[in-house]
């Protein structure tokens, strides 16, 4: 059964609790980065067992369940193949390790060099005057190059399977799947750097590399929008060859090079039809919630993460899900 999770600073506040209350299962968690926390004096790193097994315990306090780790030691020089990447994926395989010890049972990354998500707008105004992201290539000027120079696409593929080669062996002994995010936004490069994962083709090419329960996928909806007019086919496609280890749920309106993110009952894609798929394959992992709008009131400092817009996305998914049920059994 599709369970539902949601995003979290690895530090209480008091949205802990009403997510728990309003039927939030699962924590996907920020790795700890705070330099006051209780291991301060012991040198450990974000991603070293103590700092985990804290965190872990935070979150089993508060009745929730810490599910999957959406956050890594640098990654870089391991996603450009550049000098200095082995002790780059030492220090992941070293979160990968403590993440089996810990029954963490899901690391979600990307390949997205150097830069990650973009937006052009973050104030764009949606339904009622809420302020949502949106994005336009035209807006992004002239693209200067960042400090990895230009960066080619077979290049970002050579990287990525050395980094599997290595990866994945640990995440089998670990009982770790390794869910491969989409680039956001799917387009050909940014600012020299191109990407690779941001078509149906890539996913398949990714699958096919390596034949294992730990090369899995997070199934952005969004970004997947963005690059296929099948959704709920693409679910389905992942989800029979059980690859699909998580997923974000939410919608955009327009294309790769122009696009607004939307409400989660807004938006161009068939949600319900999507909510179905995850039902029809035997999905029993989580989903949650990504890219809300900042409703009135509320601070628009963590775009597309403020809290009154992901209780409204939650009840969404509760209903497509209840739905779902009924329909399909």
């Not at 926390?37 to 097994?53: A, K, M, Q």
């Not at 990447?85 to 403590?98: G, S, Y």
């Not at 009622?128 to 077979?154: H, I, N």
């Not at 999507?274 to 989580?286: I, L, T």
């Amino acid at each position: 059964m599709v369970r539902i999770a949601e995003y979290f600073d690895p530090y209480h506040n008091p949205f802990w609790t009403i997510l728990r209350q309003v039927g939030v299962e699962g924590a996907i968690s920020k790795l700890d980065r705070r330099s006051d926390g209780e291991w301060n004096n012991s040198g450990d790193r974000p991603w070293d067992y103590g700092p985990l097994h804290a965190m872990k315990r935070r979150y089993t306090e508060e009745g929730l369940d810490l599910v999957g780790i959406e956050d890594y030691p640098p990654m870089d020089r391991i996603r450009l193949g550049l000098p200095g990447r082995e002790e780059e994926i030492e220090a992941v395989c070293t979160l990968i390790t403590n993440m089996g010890r810990l029954e963490i049972p899901m690391l979600c990354y990307n390949w997205m060099g150097s830069i990650n998500w973009v937006r052009t707008d973050i104030a764009r105004p949606g339904r009622g005057g809420a302020k949502v992201t949106a994005f336009r290539l035209s807006d992004l000027g002239g693209q200067e190059l960042t400090w990895a120079g230009e960066v080619r696409a077979e290049q970002l593929w050579q990287a990525w399977e050395h980094f599997m080669d290595i990866a994945v062996p640990v995440a089998e002994r670990a009982g770790v799947r390794l869910a491969l995010h989409p680039d956001d936004p799917p387009i050909g490069s940014v600012r020299g750097i191109d990407r690779i994962m941001n078509s149906i083709d890539a996913y398949d090419r990714a699958m096919a590399y390596v034949e294992s329960e730990a090369n899995a996928i997070c199934l952005c909806q969004g970004n997947f929008a963005l690059f296929t007019d099948d959704v709920p086919g693409a679910i389905r496609r992942y989800g029979h060859a059980s690859r699909l280890a998580f997923g974000h749920f939410r919608d955009v309106d327009g294309t790769a090079t122009d696009f607004v993110e939307t409400f989660h009952d807004e938006g161009m894609t068939d949600k319900v039809a999507c909510m179905d798929a995850w039902h029809e394959v035997g999905f029993d992992g989580f989903i949650r919630p990504d890219h809300v709008p900042t409703l009135e009131g509320e601070s628009n400092g963590d775009p597309a993460y403020a809290w009154l817009g992901r209780l409204h996305a939650v009840g969404y998914l509760q209903g497509l899900r209840a739905a779902a049920r009924h329909r399909l059994g």
